[in-house]
């Protein structure tokens, strides 16, 4: 059970609510149900896992986590003086945690995956004609303090696109800094290689050779499927520019 709403990465209300008793004969209120991931410290190293059909409770002050739910799953919970551990279907330690306040308090964290927004331009303007006129595009994005990344299915964006479209409010939880232009935010290396030209290599060269052995060209094959009569998988040539 939790009472951070902004852990939970799926959230089904509840229908009727669920009732929670407390030791004082009084009850509180699960408002929904959901899963939330975490990863789990033990053995020097981060483990992933998502705890399901975790309840939103929101007048809980600390999180519980119920060892009967656990052992449902397969879990094994090993309880000592000082510490508990956690271990998996196949045995392998995934949390270890110790006794504070009579209480036992997992090593672990909660991670929230980065959310996907939707918008929907209708009629597309003139600077905005990566836009189809109907078409619904999603975008992925990761806000900085003075940098936007954003990709799309229509290619990499343009940084002044971005731009206009976090300062008119075309997508719900994008933020700009009024201050940010195209010169603050820097130039995406990225964009420009993808931009680039890729020149044709000409068949003849215009450069020859004046002398014999002036000019060599060398080149390796193999390795080849079947040897030669003396065993060699790879042979050389070297031609001479000039003969």
């Given at each position: 059970?939790?009472?951070?709403r902004?852990?939970?990465?799926?959230?089904?209300?509840l229908?009727?609510?669920?009732k929670?008793?407390?030791?004082?004969?009084?009850?509180?209120?699960?408002?929904?149900?959901?899963?939330?991931?975490?990863?789990?410290?033990?053995?020097?190293?981060?483990?992933?896992?998502?705890?399901?059909?975790?309840?939103?409770?929101?007048?809980?002050?600390i999180?519980?986590?119920s060892?009967?739910?656990?052992?449902?799953?397969?879990?094994?919970?090993h309880?000592?003086?000082?510490?508990?551990?956690i271990?998996?279907?196949?045995?392998?330690?995934?949390?270890?945690?110790?006794v504070?306040?009579?209480?036992?308090?997992?090593?672990?964290?909660?991670?929230?995956?980065?959310?996907?927004?939707?918008?929907?331009?209708?009629?597309?303007k003139?600077?905005?004609?990566?836009?189809?006129?109907?078409?619904v595009?999603?975008?992925?994005?990761?806000?900085?303090?003075?940098?936007?990344?954003a990709?799309?299915?229509?290619?990499?964006?343009?940084?002044?696109?971005?731009?206009?479209?976090?300062?008119?409010?075309?997508v719900?939880?994008?933020?700009?800094?009024?201050?940010?232009?195209?010169?603050?935010?820097?130039?995406?290396?990225?964009?420009?290689?993808?931009?680039?030209?890729?020149?044709?290599?000409?068949?003849?060269?215009?450069?020859?050779a004046?002398?014999?052995?002036?000019?060599?060209?060398?080149?390796?094959?193999?390795?080849?499927?079947?040897?030669?009569r003396?065993?060699?998988?790879?042979?050389?040539?070297?031609?001479d520019?000039?003969s």
């Open positions: 059970m939790s009472s951070h902004d852990w939970f990465q799926a959230y089904s209300p229908n009727p609510l669920h929670i008793w407390l030791r004082d004969n009084t009850f509180i209120q699960a408002l929904s149900i959901g899963c939330i991931p975490i990863h789990m410290h033990a053995n020097c190293k981060w483990n992933r896992a998502i705890l399901q059909d975790v309840l939103y409770v929101l007048a809980l002050h999180n519980l986590l060892v009967s739910m656990l052992a449902l799953c397969g879990t094994q919970v309880f000592a003086p000082k510490t508990c551990e271990q998996d279907k196949d045995n392998l330690l995934t949390c270890i945690g110790h504070e306040d009579n209480l036992y308090i997992l090593d672990a964290c909660t991670y929230v995956c980065k959310p996907t927004c939707i918008t929907q331009v209708n009629i597309p003139s600077d905005e004609d990566f836009f189809a006129a109907g078409h595009t999603a975008l992925r994005f990761h806000v900085h303090t003075q940098a936007v990344t990709n799309t299915p229509l290619g990499h964006l343009n940084v002044n696109t971005a731009i206009k479209m976090a300062r008119k409010g075309m719900n939880g994008m933020t700009m800094a009024e201050n940010a232009m195209h010169e603050a935010l820097g130039t995406c290396e990225l964009h420009i290689k993808g931009k680039h030209a890729c020149q044709a290599i000409k068949k003849m060269t215009q450069m020859r004046n002398s014999i052995l002036g000019h060599i060209y060398s080149n390796l094959c193999g390795l080849m499927q079947t040897s030669s003396k065993g060699y998988y790879h042979f050389t040539t070297f031609i520019d000039k």
